[in-house]
């Protein structure tokens, strides 16, 4: 389970602050205390999806959907330099995930560093 800390909270805030849905999504994140699992299947409920409230890796196969496009070469700039809306923006236009859920699956693979995250693809190409 990762928790997002009231200072990673505040950064994230600063980092999504021109998309209103990621927005929304850090709102939730908070209510739950910092729980991005509870909050990523509260966030897909609320957006239609029927996500398996006992499956521990829900939030990790949300993640996993999207790789492919986080971690191409202008998105993962993106990720590093801190322009978490332009990616979420981006994610969400793909139309993999609802656009609430893309700040969830981001942070999901900031938490587990993005060169980790991006590694299977990574050793693909």
């Known amino acids: 389970m990762d928790k997002v800390t009231p200072e990673e909270m505040t950064e994230f805030r600063r980092q999504f602050a021109s998309y209103p849905p990621a927005m929304k999504a850090l709102d939730f994140i908070e209510d739950c205390e910092g729980d991005l699992e509870?909050?990523?299947?509260?966030?897909?409920?609320?957006?239609?999806?029927?996500?398996?409230?006992?499956?521990?890796e829900w939030l990790t196969a949300l993640a996993k959907r999207c790789?492919?496009?986080?971690?191409?070469?202008?998105?993962?700039e993106n990720l590093l330099d801190g322009s978490l809306d332009k990616v979420a923006i981006a994610l969400a236009n793909l139309d993999l995930v609802p656009a609430v859920l893309a700040a969830p699956a981001i942070i999901y693979a900031l938490k587990q560093g993005v060169e980790d995250f991006c590694?299977?693809?990574d050793r693909v190409l």
Do not use: Y
């Open 119 to 121: 590694q299977p693809l």
């Open 67 to 76: 790789r492919a496009a986080i971690c191409q070469e202008t998105m993962r």
């Open 38 to 56: 509870d909050a990523a299947i509260s966030l897909a409920i609320r957006a239609g999806q029927h996500p398996q409230q006992d499956n521990a």
